[in-house]
């Protein structure tokens, strides 16, 4: 229309975009011009990966940022991003790896080029441990009268696995009580169980982390 001689052009992309524009008038003689125009991409959002993560206690978690334009876009050239803890515990490195306080809570992990801020909320966890060898007896049939008892843990709470601590009992109703050459200590994951009399004995160990957290096997 004659109204297009000033119009307004919108982008969906950055990039180099030529606009040809012709002219015709009445007689439908079409003179043409052209004209250019270079969209520059512009950062208007920065992003972290993973978004809003989970992490135990004193454990580390990778976090990565990327710089969008104003379209939405990864932008061609990444600006060096800056990390901090906005708010809450813990620290990261230069490098975007953060590392959990010893203690529950949330904590704001913020990265920067300078001129744009992009947030991430980290929730912190105490995580009991895991059962990784379930609890074993060395023979069953028992033909003496010791057996030896094993099961081994891990540690989630980024301490070290000889920080568990293992406690055997008994369930439900045993024929006599039963003697453990180590109980309640980290050595105890590896325990000599003598009996006293003959029957079936049903044995349960708990395994706990220095926070008291705690997971079982029979």
């Known amino acids: 229309t004659d109204s297009a001689s000033s119009t307004t052009a919108t982008f969906n992309a950055a990039g ?75 620290t990261v490195s230069t490098a975007g790896l953060y590392t959990a306080p010893d203690a529950s809570g949330t904590a704001t992990v913020e990265a920067s080029d300078g001129t744009m801020n992009g947030t991430d909320t980290v929730t912190v966890v105490n995580t009991a441990p895991t059962v990784t060898t379930p609890a074993t007896a060395s023979s069953n049939p028992v033909t003496g009268t010791t057996v030896n008892l094993n099961a081994a843990g891990q540690a989630n709470d980024g301490q070290a696995n000889s920080t568990l601590m293992y406690t055997w009992l008994l369930l439900g109703t045993p024929p006599a009580q039963v003697n453990y050459s180590a109980n309640g200590t980290d050595a105890a994951q590896n325990t000599t169980a003598t009996f006293t009399a003959a029957g079936t004995y049903d044995f349960q160990v708990t395994i706990t982390d220095i926070e008291g957290d705690s997971t079982t096997s029979t």
């Open 16 to 90: 180099s975009f030529p606009f040809p524009a012709t002219i015709t008038d009445s007689d439908n003689v079409s003179p043409s011009s052209s004209a250019k125009a270079t969209v520059a991409q512009t950062t208007t959002n920065i992003g972290g990966t993973p978004a809003n993560p989970t992490a135990s206690w004193n454990t580390v978690q990778q976090f990565t940022a990327t710089a969008y334009d104003q379209f939405g876009a990864a932008m061609t050239t990444q600006p060096a991003i800056t990390w901090s803890v906005a708010s809450g515990g813990g």
